[in-house]
């Protein structure tokens, strides 16, 4: 035991003399905790759209009022020549087009049929869907607008109505920050975690320290802790700071549930994580093949963490590869807190999960790591 300390306390030193990479330590997640859900926006606004409007006549000018209003579209054109609308896709400098032939109004009310034409330029997917999506959803309430006038202009008998009225649960007002600052703290605690813990033991081999641990009588086990240790009450520091210091007094974020059993799920996320970085420090014979892999496993976590695209919507083959991700499981176990307040219980499975990454990494570390002497 006098060995772990000493070993604690010369890991310690060696952590804090080092001012530079404290620093970065604790102020680099801030920034990015700052700065990453305020771009972060799956919110999207300001879609640019052209309209071309042959018909001018009263109804097309409540239709663009409609459109405008809405605040999601952004009008660049508006004119009556087809040809200049599609040169803005071409020159990405449109979205959407909106083509309204010339009697329009006339076919609506004559025929009870309307034909509105719809470019719309797919090279960012994601926006051009959503602004058909909401161009969509506006002409069809102004549609439904304009026959419910009609039957009242001709002193029908009202049509029964069903009304859908939604209620979210969770995140009642849909603010997607309460979706993504617990997710992007995961990732800040998990980069910190497995950079850092990866790069300290590299960085004995590089001075050839580690020859001296290694012929000394300490115990694999001892330096082993003695590395994780220290890291592991930095992850739960940066964890706390970003808890308290950035969700909750900059973004307003309060857990719904109790904020031990983030804790308590943090610690033994933390061993998982710490013992990833040991593992790819026991292959590494330098900080830069170690900052390579890390980066490459830190890549897929992101990607395939379910932060920004639902594991559920991932091909089979990419949910087999999610599931056997540790920082998945902690981005469910933090969403499930804050918005659903869910208990210790609603967590077993997670629990039992991610205790068999911790032993599995650390355990493979251990005895990868080859000490002589």
């Known amino acids: 035991m006098n060995t772990l300390l000493f ?10 003399r080092n001012t530079l990479i ?24 300001n879609i ?14 409540q239709l663009i009022q409609h459109i405008t209003a809405s605040g999601y579209f952004n009008l660049i054109n508006y004119g009556t020549d087809y040809k200049k609308s599609i040169q803005l896709i071409e020159n990405e400098k449109a979205v959407l087009v909106l083509h309204i032939p010339s009697g329009f109004e006339k ?17 960012n997917g994601m926006k051009a869907n959503v602004g ?9 309430a102004f549609n439904q607008e304009l026959r419910l006038k009609t039957i009242v202009g001709q002193a029908l008998p009202l049509m029964p109505v069903i009304e859908i009225l939604p209620i979210n649960w969770y995140n009642p007002l849909l603010n997607y920050r309460f979706f993504m600052v617990p997710g992007i703290l995961v990732l800040l605690v998990t980069m910190i975690g497995s950079y850092m813990c990866a790069l300290n033991i590299v960085k004995e081999k590089e001075i050839g320290t580690i020859e001296q641990i290694n012929v ?3 115990k694999k086990s001892y330096f082993i802790l003695a590395k994780l240790i220290p890291f592991w009450i930095i992850g739960q520091f940066i964890f706390t700071l970003g808890l308290f210091g950035i969700a909750r007094w900059v973004y307003g974020i309060i857990p719904q549930g109790n904020t031990l059993i983030l804790y308590r799920f943090l610690s033994i996320y933390l061993v998982a994580i710490l013992g990833i ?19 490459f496993f830190m890549m897929i976590f992101i990607l395939m963490g379910g932060l920004f695209t639902p594991i559920e919507s991932m091909p089979d083959w990419a949910q087999w590869v999610a599931r056997l991700n540790p920082v998945s499981y902690f981005i469910e176990v933090m969403r499930m807190v804050f918005s659903k307040g869910s208990q210790w219980d609603d967590l077993k499975n997670h629990v039992g999960i991610m205790t068999l990454f911790a032993l599995f990494f650390n355990t493979w570390a251990l005895i990868n790591y080859k000490k002589t002497g």
Do not use: W
């Open 22 to 45: 404290l620093r970065m330590i604790i102020a680099m997640p801030i920034v990015q905790l700052l700065v990453m859900p305020l771009a972060a926006d799956y919110e999207i606004k």
């Open 277 to 295: 970085g040991l593992l790819i420090s026991t292959y590494s014979e330098n900080q830069q093949q170690a900052m390579s892999l890390t980066f």
């Open 107 to 123: 076919h609506l009310q004559k025929e009870d049929n309307g034909t509105l034409f719809l470019a719309v330029n797919a090279i």
């Open 48 to 61: 640019e759209i052209a309209i071309v409007d042959e018909d001018r006549t009263a109804l097309t000018s």
């Open 7 to 16: 070993l604690l306390q010369k890991e310690c030193k060696q952590i804090f």
């Open 216 to 218: 000394s009588p300490v």
């Open 132 to 140: 058909s999506a909401y161009l969509n959803q506006i002409i069809r």
